[in-house]
């Protein structure tokens, strides 16, 4: 079955533990990207990614970390998370010819920061 | 700086009745997508929108873009208490280019009542 695996879905941390979120796909996508929802403010772009070691900072990277060392995966890193952190994140992928691709989005992972 | 507004943001439906939702954006695009998301859960692929005057429809919804107007419109027809969701207009940022750059409306929560 094609789809976008994030692990984990849930996760409470206390602020400055260093986590990881894993967000993995299994449909050869170009492009992923890692998205945060917080109330009336939609989904906003933390980072994505073109291509392997290809990364760009979306429209919030402040304290995020990515790497894309393989195609089929995109971890989130958040080396000193802070309150402001706690959010829904979704990771997405699609191929990069933007004709008629739309992301696929995975499961999202509820994190909150203490 | 791309900004993408949806109207309204809440939306109380009858069941049997028509309503649109609108989505406005401020830069030159050609590509928006709708996305779906139910409570607690991921965002699905409604429709692709590629080009100026594009209609697509899928059962009781229907999208349209004008680019000219920098306007989509998402249309229920006869609504059902199954498409009570909130949906999200997302553009396709074309002064970047890389692709799949969206930037997301803040979503209009759909609640469909008997």
């Known amino acids: 079955e094609a789809q976008v695996t994030q692990n984990p879905r849930y996760l409470i941390t206390v602020t400055g533990k260093k986590l990881t979120v894993t967000c993995s796909q299994n449909?050869?996508?170009?492009?992923m990207s890692w998205y945060r929802q917080d109330p009336g403010l939609g989904l906003r772009q933390i980072y994505y990614?073109?291509?392997?070691?290809?990364?760009d900072k979306g429209d919030v990277p402040e304290g995020y970390k990515v790497s894309r060392k393989e195609k089929r995966n995109f971890p989130l890193i958040l080396e000193s998370p802070s309150p402001n952190q706690t959010s829904l994140y979704f990771c997405?992928?699609?191929?990069?010819?933007?004709?008629?691709?739309?992301?696929?989005f995975g499961n999202g992972t509820r994190l909150t920061v203490t | 700086e791309l900004k993408v507004e949806q109207n309204p943001l809440f939306l109380s439906m009858q069941e049997g009745k028509n309503y649109t939702i609108y989505c406005n954006y401020s830069?030159?695009?050609?590509?928006l997508y709708w996305y779906r998301q139910d409570p607690g859960k991921s965002l699905e692929s409604l429709f692709v929108?590629?080009?100026?005057?594009a209609v697509k429809q899928e059962g009781r919804l229907m999208a349209s873009l004008d680019t000219k107007a920098r306007l989509s419109t998402l249309h229920i027809t006869a609504a059902v208490h199954d498409l009570s969701a909130t949906y999200f207009c997302?553009?396709?940022?074309?002064?970047?280019?890389?692709?799949?750059?969206?930037?997301f409306g803040g979503g209009t929560r759909v609640l469909v009542k008997p």
């Open positions: 997405a992928s699609s191929f990069v010819d933007r004709g008629n691709s739309p992301l696929h």
């Open positions: 449909m050869n996508h170009e492009y």
């Open positions: 990614s073109m291509n392997v070691e290809v990364t």
């Open positions: 830069t030159t695009s050609d590509r």
């Open positions: 929108l590629l080009s100026n005057g």
């Open positions: 997302a553009v396709d940022n074309t002064l970047k280019a890389a692709g799949n750059k969206l930037t």
